[in-house]
T-cell receptor
Framework: RKEVEQDPGPFNVPEGATVAFNCTYS??????FFWYRQDCRKEPKLLMS???SGNEDGRFTAQLNRASQYISLLIRDSKLSDSATYLC??????????FGTGTRLQVFP | DTAVSQTPKYLVTQMGNDKSIKCEQN?????MYWYKQDSKKFLKIMFS???????INETVPNRFSPKSPDKAHLNLHINSLELGDSAVYFC????????????FGSGTRLTVV
């Protein structure tokens, strides 16, 4: 089983749609969780951390379910500029983050 | 004011050559990393250094040798380049602790011909 698994997509959605991405992780000892965004031919950039209580940043909401070892990202009111690959990231010890393979999102007009 | 900078941005070289990629961060972070992103876009850690000391070496061939002259710099030297080394190599840095994400450099696209 992969350490971090994501649906690769692509998700093709119209502007204004709500879209959700899911991610599962295998190590129950994982302690910190993130969503990164990677544009084509660019570096990954931190989108948001994921907290147990769930957290929101504008149109983006992240949720963590430790019992199911499951993380989600919800994007409301999608914009064309949201088109990118979204990477689920999990910390497995103090020194390294493990990246999922990413879910590609394409928002069309 | 670039936080994590890598050079060169592109590197095209022949099999068998030796090449280096340089990385510098001005964020004052203690920990630096090298990640490799292959053609399938999978991002995998190679090395981690904390304050100039090697912390992680993830089953990387010993043709790859990282060097950290100080905590702001982490360079990657690759000997005897092979076709399979073609990938994008990202440098990153982070502050201490579990709860901070990493800041990545813009990547070095290595093509071995």
């Amino acid at each position: 089983r992969k350490e971090v698994e994501q649906d690769p997509g692509p998700f093709n959605v119209p502007e204004g749609a709500t879209v959700a991405f899911n991610c599962t992780y295998s190590n129950s000892a994982s302690q910190s969780f993130f969503w990164y965004r990677q544009d084509c031919r660019k570096e990954p950039k931190l989108l948001m951390s994921v907290y147990s209580s769930g957290n929101e940043d504008g149109r983006f909401t992240a949720q963590l379910n430790r019992a199911s070892q499951y993380i989600s990202l919800l994007i409301r009111d999608s914009k064309l500029s949201d088109s990118a690959t979204y990477l689920c990231v999990v910390n497995v010890n103090t020194d390294k983050l493990i990246f999922g393979t990413g879910t590609r999102l394409q928002v069309f007009p | 004011d670039t936080a994590v900078s890598q050079t060169p941005k592109y590197l095209v070289t022949q099999m068998g050559n030796d090449k280096s990629i340089k990385c510098e961060q001005n964020l004052g972070h203690d920990t630096m990393y090298w990640y490799k992103q292959d053609s399938k876009k999978f991002l995998k850690i190679m090395f981690s250094y904390n304050n100039k000391e090697l912390i992680i070496n993830e089953t990387v061939p010993n043709r790859f040798s990282p060097k950290s002259p100080d905590k702001a710099h982490l360079n990657l030297h690759i000997n005897s380049l092979e076709l399979g080394d073609s990938a994008v190599y990202f440098c990153a840095s982070s502050p201490p602790g579990l709860y901070y994400g990493y800041t990545f450099g813009s990547g070095t696209r290595l093509t071995v011909v």
